[in-house]
C-alpha cells in the first residue's frame, strides 16, 4: 500500500520546535478520563481527537496525527505534547513548531519562547481555519461526543463519511493541492446491477452489500485517505498525494477485494457475489475546482459500465 508522505515540503516551515505556549491544567484524571480536542471550526465539526501517549502533531501535511487541509497551515504546524504523573494526573503541553501564520490559544497567539506551558481544561486552540476545544472527556461524555460525531459525518448504513463531509474533503484538498503543485486522485464507485440486487433479494440484503463496501473501503483505505458514499450505491474515494497510476492501483484492488466477498441473504438463501465499477481521474492543471475532477472521474465510471461493468477505468491518458 502507499505509504502517507509530506505534503508540501516547504522552506518556511521547519520542522524543529520553536517555542511553547503555556495555558496550563492539570488535575485528578480517573482511570479511564482521556484528554481529547473537540472540533468547533473546521471540517468535519465535533471531531473528537484524542491526545495519547506521545500526544499529536498538527499540520497541513499527511504526515502528522491530524492533518489539516488548509492553506492557512504550516506543513508541520504544532505539537501537542501529553506528560503523565502518576496519580497527580496529566498534563498538556502546546508546542508551536515554527508556524506561518501562528498558533493561537483563547484568541491570543502563542509567544515565540521556549518556556513550557501547560493546556487548561477547556481552553480553545485555533490553527488556521480550524479551532478545537481541549476537554477532559469521562467515558460518558466521550461517548456523547462520538455519537454526535458519528451522526453529522457518517453514513449511518455504510460507515464512511456522508456526501456533505466527503465532498467537503474533496474540495479542501483540491483547493490546496492547485495551490502547492501536489498529486490528488479521486475514486468514483457504483455497485453493479444493484437494483437487481434489491428486486432479487430484497432491501435488507441490498443494505449487507452496501456495508460490505464500506467495510472493504475503510479495511483497505489509508487513515489520509477519504471514503463517503455520496447516494445510493455511489461512493467517492479522495486519495491525496497520489498519482494515476496509484489510484488505477488502488480501484483494481478495491474491486478485486469487493468481488471475492460472498453476500449471505437474511433469509439463508444461496450466498452471492456483488461486483462494482471504478472510474478513476487525477487533477489536472486544467481542472479549475473540484466539480471539474468530479465531472472527469463520473465520466471514467460511465465508460466503466458502458465497457461491461466489473472493471477500472480512467479519463486521462495514462
Same mark, same amino acid.
Request: hydrophobic share 35%.
Given at each position: 500500500?502507499?505509504?502517507?508522505?509530506?505534503?508540501?515540503?516547504?522552506?518556511?516551515?521547519?520542522?524543529?520546535?520553536?517555542?511553547?505556549?503555556?495555558?496550563?491544567?492539570?488535575?485528578?484524571?480517573?482511570?479511564?478520563?482521556?484528554?481529547?480536542?473537540?472540533?468547533?471550526?473546521?471540517?468535519?465539526?465535533?471531531?473528537?481527537?484524542?491526545?495519547?501517549?506521545?500526544?499529536?502533531?498538527?499540520?497541513?501535511?499527511?504526515?502528522?496525527?491530524?492533518?489539516?487541509?488548509?492553506?492557512?497551515?504550516?506543513?508541520?504546524?504544532?505539537?501537542?505534547?501529553?506528560?503523565?504523573?502518576?496519580?497527580?494526573?496529566?498534563?498538556?503541553?502546546?508546542?508551536?513548531?515554527?508556524?506561518?501564520?501562528?498558533?493561537?490559544?483563547?484568541?491570543?497567539?502563542?509567544?515565540?519562547?521556549?518556556?513550557?506551558?501547560?493546556?487548561?481544561?477547556?481552553?480553545?486552540?485555533?490553527?488556521?481555519?480550524?479551532?478545537?476545544?481541549?476537554?477532559?472527556?469521562?467515558?460518558?461524555?466521550?461517548?456523547?461526543? #462520538?455519537?454526535?460525531? +458519528?451522526?453529522?459525518?457518517?453514513?449511518?448504513?455504510?460507515?464512511?463519511?456522508? =456526501? %456533505?463531509?466527503? *465532498? /467537503?474533503?474533496?474540495?479542501?484538498?483540491?483547493?490546496?493541492?492547485?495551490?502547492?503543485?501536489?498529486?490528488?486522485?479521486?475514486?468514483?464507485?457504483?455497485?453493479?446491477?444493484?437494483?437487481?440486487?434489491?428486486?432479487?433479494?430484497?432491501?435488507?440484503?441490498?443494505?449487507?452489500?452496501?456495508?460490505?463496501?464500506?467495510?472493504?473501503?475503510?479495511?483497505?483505505?489509508?487513515?489520509?485517505?477519504?471514503?463517503?458514499?455520496?447516494?445510493?450505491?455511489?461512493?467517492?474515494?479522495?486519495?491525496?498525494?497520489?498519482?494515476?497510476?496509484?489510484?488505477?492501483?488502488?480501484?483494481?484492488?478495491?474491486?478485486?477485494?469487493?468481488?471475492?466477498?460472498?453476500?449471505?441473504?437474511?433469509?439463508?438463501?444461496?450466498?452471492?457475489?456483488?461486483?462494482?465499477?471504478?472510474?478513476?481521474?487525477?487533477?489536472?492543471? #486544467?481542472?479549475?475546482? +473540484?466539480?471539474?475532477?468530479?465531472?472527469?472521474?463520473?465520466?471514467?465510471?460511465? =465508460? %466503466?459500465?458502458? *465497457? /461491461?461493468?466489473?472493471?477500472?477505468?480512467?479519463?486521462?491518458?495514462?
Amino acid at each position: 500500500m502507499r505509504q502517507p508522505i509530506p505534503f508540501d515540503p516547504q522552506a518556511e516551515d521547519p520542522d524543529s520546535p520553536t517555542s511553547y505556549a503555556f495555558v496550563s491544567g492539570t488535575g485528578a484524571v480517573g482511570a479511564d478520563d482521556e484528554w481529547a480536542l473537540i472540533r468547533y471550526a473546521g471540517h468535519p465539526i465535533g471531531e473528537v481527537v484524542p491526545v495519547r501517549g506521545d500526544g499529536i502533531s498538527l499540520g497541513r501535511g499527511l504526515d502528522n496525527d491530524l492533518c489539516l487541509p488548509d492553506a492557512e497551515v504550516s506543513r508541520r504546524h504544532a505539537k501537542l505534547d501529553l506528560l503523565v504523573h502518576g496519580d497527580e494526573g496529566s498534563l498538556v503541553m502546546l508546542r508551536d513548531l515554527g508556524s506561518t501564520n501562528g498558533t493561537f490559544v483563547n484568541g491570543k497567539r502563542v509567544p515565540g519562547n521556549d518556556e513550557p506551558l501547560h493546556l487548561f481544561d477547556g481552553d480553545v486552540l485555533r490553527v488556521g481555519g480550524h479551532a478545537f476545544k481541549l476537554k477532559l472527556l469521562d467515558p460518558l461524555e466521550r461517548h456523547y461526543h #462520538q455519537v454526535v460525531q +458519528a451522526q453529522t459525518t457518517r453514513d449511518h448504513l455504510t460507515g464512511v463519511s456522508n =456526501r %456533505a463531509t466527503v *465532498l /467537503g474533503y474533496l474540495e479542501k484538498h483540491t483547493d490546496l493541492t492547485r495551490r502547492y503543485r501536489r498529486p490528488l486522485a479521486v475514486i468514483l464507485c457504483d455497485l453493479d446491477h444493484f437494483k437487481r440486487v434489491n428486486d432479487t433479494y430484497g432491501h435488507a440484503t441490498g443494505d449487507l452489500a452496501l456495508k460490505l463496501f464500506g467495510m472493504v473501503l475503510l479495511r483497505r483505505l489509508r487513515t489520509c485517505d477519504h471514503a463517503g458514499r455520496i447516494g445510493g450505491e455511489e461512493f467517492l474515494i479522495v486519495l491525496p498525494e497520489t498519482q494515476l497510476q496509484e489510484a488505477l492501483a488502488v480501484a483494481e484492488e478495491l474491486r478485486t477485494a469487493f468481488g471475492s466477498e460472498p453476500i449471505s441473504p437474511p433469509d439463508g438463501s444461496t450466498p452471492f457475489h456483488v461486483q462494482a465499477s471504478f472510474g478513476v481521474a487525477q487533477l489536472l492543471e #486544467q481542472d479549475l475546482n +473540484a466539480g471539474s475532477l468530479f465531472g472527469r472521474a463520473d465520466v471514467a465510471l460511465y =465508460r %466503466a459500465k458502458a *465497457l /461491461g461493468r466489473n472493471r477500472v477505468e480512467c479519463d486521462d491518458p495514462v
